[in-house]
């Protein structure tokens, strides 16, 4: 029910009432779940908070409660749409080490930055791809799951 509630909030940019909603599952004594954590991180990035997103993202592994791709590809859009390359770069590299894939917007992401600037960071992004991760994107996407 919090999720649902801090995930509606956050779409609507009430972001202050979704922080107080979150904080409220610690006074209860809940433990957000992945969702939670991630539809949090989603809303904190969609309004320009990426230092206190990645906190959150730190503090919730640290509570116990691994991210999953959908939380690493929220954060990492919310660093490329920043332009804030160098932390986007450190997540990625982090979010393969942990076996997952970027989602198609996030490698969208990634690949129209490349068209629109030679910045060095989105192109070592891209070369230091593993071709492994692009292809099970791509078939994600003839899947129709990414």
Not at 8 to 34: D, S, W
Request: one cysteine or more; aromatic letters at 8%.
């Amino acid at each position: 029910m919090y999720t649902i509630l801090i995930d509606k909030l956050c779409k609507e940019g009430r972001i202050q009432m979704a922080r107080e909603t979150f904080h409220i599952l610690y006074l209860k004594g809940l433990h957000p779940n992945v969702k939670t954590y991630t539809a949090m991180i989603w809303g904190l990035c969609r309004q320009g908070f990426l230092d206190e997103a990645k906190e959150l993202f730190v503090k919730m592994d640290e509570d116990g409660c691994s991210p999953n791709d959908a939380t690493y590809n929220v954060i990492i859009r919310g660093f490329l749409g920043a332009k804030r390359y160098d932390e986007a770069k450190v997540l990625l590299k982090d979010m393969v080490g942990r076996g997952f894939s970027a989602d198609s917007s996030t490698l969208e992401i990634i690949i129209d930055l490349s068209k629109q600037q030679q910045d060095p960071i989105v192109l070592e992004m891209i070369e230091s791809w593993d071709l492994k991760n692009i292809c099970k994107i791509k078939s994600n996407l003839h899947k129709g799951t990414a």
